[in-house]
Antibody, heavy 117, light 107 residues
Framework: EVQLVESGGGVVQPGGSLRLSCAASGFIFRDYEMNWVRQAPGKGLEWVSYISSSASTIYYADSVKGRFTISRDNAKNSLYLQMNSLRAEDTAVYYC??????????WGQGTLVTVSS | DIQMTQSPSSLSASIGDRVTITCRASQSISTYLNWYHQKPGKAPNLLIYAASNLQSGVPSRFSGSGSGTDFTLTISSLQPEDFATYYCQHSYGPPYSFGQGTKLEIK
């Protein structure tokens, strides 16, 4: 059974940093492209970032470019999102999602990030 | 970047009703279109991929159609567990944008 478990969320002040992790199990992690998708309270889904299976290709949404960094450790079956210079508008539930032929076929349960003073 | 627009934003329907949700892309995306539903407090769940392919385990009352810029998700006979928010998403390369969502409520 595929499992994606996010961690690292919490409350942080504007301008602060946070590192999210996603532990993967139940599939061959190194074979899959991975993504972060977020959802602000009461709002819709927003794609945040993509990383290829080998980490050779990375993309970001314009809203986080230059502030967030996606990475992965295939030996540890883990995906990461380093978030710097956080803003109130970054407050959201952050999901890691596995990409399969362009669709997000498995999602974690999400981790809540709250940016507030 | 490709923009996705869903309609309607909300919809009230009854058990047993046939419901259709539409999604329009700002440029042609062939059949690179997926549908998800999401219940409150839960992660989204993939329903349809590549415009018309039913994800494994998804009931056959769900169907998708369309190509190019216009797509539809149809639920043939609403069941209680179908009341949720529905999102389309294009997979025509990153960025992978979503529609704004359609909230399906019980009438």
């Amino acid at each position: 059974e595929v499992q994606l478990v996010e961690s690292g969320g919490g409350v942080v002040q504007p301008g602060g940093s946070l590192r999210l992790s996603c532990a993967a199990s139940g599939f061959i992690f190194r074979d899959y492209e991975m993504n972060w998708v977020r959802q602000a309270p009461g709002k819709g889904l927003e794609w945040v970032s993509y990383i290829s299976s080998s980490a050779s290709t990375i993309y970001y949404a314009d809203s986080v470019k230059g502030r967030f960094t996606i990475s992965r450790d295939n030996a540890k079956n883990s995906l990461y999102l380093q978030m710097n210079s956080l803003r109130a508008e970054d407050t959201a539930v952050y999901y890691c999602a596995r990409l399969w032929f362009g669709n997000f076929d498995d999602w974690g349960q999400g981790t809540l990030v709250t940016v507030s003073s | 970047d490709i923009q996705m627009t869903q309609s309607p934003s909300s919809l009230s329907a009854s058990i047993g009703d046939r419901v259709t949700i539409t999604c329009r892309a700002s440029q042609s995306i062939s059949t690179y279109l997926n549908w998800y539903h999401q219940k409150p407090g839960k992660a989204p769940n993939l329903l349809i991929y590549a415009a018309s392919n039913l994800q494994s385990g998804v009931p056959s009352r769900f169907s998708g159609s369309g190509s190019g810029t216009d797509f539809t998700l149809t639920i043939s006979s609403l069941q209680p567990e179908d009341f949720a928010t529905y999102y389309c998403q294009h997979s025509y390369g990153p960025p992978y944008s979503f529609g704004q969502g359609t909230k399906l409520e019980i009438k």
